[in-house]
């Protein structure tokens, strides 16, 4: 029975991009013209929050910032893995990124992959690992 309890846990888990509920929309146009779209995300299976905030500055940019919120971050026993997908039209063929680069840098070359602001193209982004899932 414990085993089944912990497989019933792993597997909410596992699923809780499917099991949320939007909780409140906010949009602000601020001093400067730029608008900011906060979404606020219940995650019942993990008991935490997830808050994502769009910015689009006036000259066209866009930032975004979210953050996970468990109620009780101490009760975890894992960070789960936490990610956002985002769809942009075929027209956008450039990219420009701050983080680990200029190649892919899973786990086992990491430190080969420096900290620093890059530019590529987005069909150059693609790695044929056997998980297709673990890159953009």
Not at 36 to 48: F, R, S
Not at 84 to 89: A, P
Not at 105 to 112: F, G, L
């Amino acid at each position: 029975m414990y085993k089944d309890i912990i497989t019933i846990l792993f597997l909410s888990r596992k699923k809780a991009n499917t099991n949320y509920t939007l909780i409140s929309i906010d949009v602000v146009k601020d001093e400067n013209r730029n608008w900011q779209l906060t979404y606020l995300y219940d995650h019942p299976n993990l008991n935490a929050k997830n808050r994502i905030v769009y910015t689009i500055l006036k000259d066209g940019r866009l930032e975004v910032n979210a953050k996970f919120l468990p109620e009780a971050p101490d009760k975890l026993n894992y960070m789960p893995r936490y990610g956002i997908t985002m769809v942009l039209d075929s027209d956008y063929q450039k990219l420009r990124y701050y983080g680990r680069g200029p190649f892919e840098n899973y786990s086992d070359r990491n430190t080969a992959a420096h900290v620093g602001l890059y530019e590529s193209e987005v069909s150059d982004m693609y790695v044929p690992y056997i998980r297709p899932q673990e890159n953009g």
